[in-house]
């Protein structure tokens, strides 16, 4: 059974998935990375509740691209649910990300 926790979300924004396409791989990376610092700083170590946590925070489009993504995705051997919800945004928006092609 979870435990109950009280987190104030302010303080971390949410996640602009609709923003510059060139420019949301790295946008994603940063504030992916801001949210570990928040989970880690609230002492939340279920994953289940990292996972609930990502996506309340990450708003609505990033709910609806996890859900997209995750409809088959499940933990592997090693993994947790929060490792799966972190890697499905991952992929969808380094795939977004503008690579320039180099004339030779």
Known sequence: MATSIHTD???I???DCKGEPTSVGARWRK???????FVEGKGVTNPKQMKALLLRCGRM????IYFTL???AEPGEGETVFMVAMNQPEQ???LQVNIP???H
């Open 101 to 103: 092609y180099e004339r």
């Open 92 to 94: 969808h928006f380094t």
């Open 61 to 64: 489009d990033l709910q609806d």
């Open 13 to 15: 924004p949410s996640f």
């Open 70 to 72: 995750s409809a088959t």
């Open 31 to 37: 504030w992916r990375r801001a949210f570990k610092f």
């Open 9 to 11: 979300l302010g303080g």
